[in-house]
Structure formats: structure tokens, C-alpha cells
């Protein structure tokens, strides 16, 4: 019974080692660039669902560990998996064009403003000059008139 238990904590403590050395980030920079293949999550094989419920996640880390402690380099550990499980299994990096989205679209958006604020600023400059349109009633040719004549008098 003691070398029983003695057998299953010499087991435990290597089952330690060995899923500390599948969580670390070396394995978890090549692991990035590998999609998980389980069918309930689109995340990458260092997903949160790997403790224990996802039966792709730990295997392909401890293959990419191996690999790792075989001296392959990074590409060709995920060439390596490519082969194995298809071109779908790769996970690029995120392009990294998109840095200029948001300043692309303040700049526009900027733009936008001073082209709408330039309008209207020119269109109440010509309203302001030229006044309104009154059409020239008789009757108040004669209060006009009559407001000419008191004016010129104050002169």
C-alpha cells in the first residue's frame, strides 16, 4: 500500500512539472498562433476552457512543449500542426494597419466640421450683406419718404 501511494505522488508531482512547463510562455506565444479545435470556443489553445474540459487545448500544448524541448523552431512547430490538423488550425496576427483607424477617422470627422461650419459661416455673411428682399409696397414708399425728409432735417 506504501509504495502504491508513494508510486501515485511520485506521478502527481510530474504531472506538476509537466503542466507548469505547458503553461509557459513559450508555449503560450506558439500556442497563440494555434486555434482550438473543439468545436465550443473560438479562442486560441491557451483558452480558459483548457483546465480539464477542452480535449484539444492540453494535448496540442504538451505537443507543442515536446517540440519545443526537440529544438524546433517556432515556424516549424506550427507547420508542424498545419500538416497534422489542416491550414485552419493557423491563427495570424492581427494586422497591424488598424493602429491608423481611429486617427484616420478624428481627422475626417475634423474635416467634416470645419467644411460644414466654413458654409455655414459664408452662408450668413451673404444674408447679412445683401438683407432681406422686401417687395417695394407704395405705401410705405410714403412713410419712407416722409422718415428721408425728417432725417435730412436733424443734418
Known amino acids: 500500500m506504501k509504495k502504491l ?3 501515485f505522488a511520485i506521478a502527481v508531482s510530474a504531472f506538476a512539472q509537466s503542466e507548469s512547463q505547458i503553461e509557459s510562455d513559450e508555449v503560450k506565444r506558439v500556442g497563440s498562433h494555434i486555434n482550438c479545435q473543439c468545436g465550443g ?3 486560441d489553445v491557451n483558452c ?7 480535449h484539444f487545448c ?3 500544448r504538451t505537443k507543442i ?8 523552431s517556432d515556424g516549424g512547430i ?6 497534422e490538423f489542416g491550414e485552419n488550425i493557423f491563427r495570424p496576427d492581427p494586422s497591424s494597419i488598424f493602429w491608423i483607424v481611429p486617427y484616420l477617422s478624428i481627422g475626417l470627422g475634423a474635416l467634416l466640421v470645419g467644411f460644414i461650419l466654413m458654409r ?12 432681406p428682399a422686401i417687395p ?16 435730412d432735417r436733424l443734418e
Not at 48 to 54: L, N, P, R, V
Not at 120 to 131: E, F, I, K, L, S
Open 5 to 7: 501511494l508513494l508510486v
Open 41 to 43: 470556443c473560438k479562442d
Open 48 to 54: 480558459m476552457m483548457s483546465g480539464g474540459q477542452c
Open 58 to 60: 492540453k494535448p496540442t
Open 65 to 72: 512543449f515536446n517540440m519545443q524541448q526537440s529544438g524546433m
Open 78 to 83: 506550427i507547420a508542424a500542426l498545419k500538416k
Open 120 to 131: 455655414m459661416r459664408g452662408h450668413a455673411t451673404r444674408v447679412a450683406v445683401a438683407g
Open 136 to 151: 417695394e409696397d407704395p405705401a410705405f414708399a410714403r412713410y419712407r419718404a416722409a422718415i428721408e425728409k425728417d432725417t
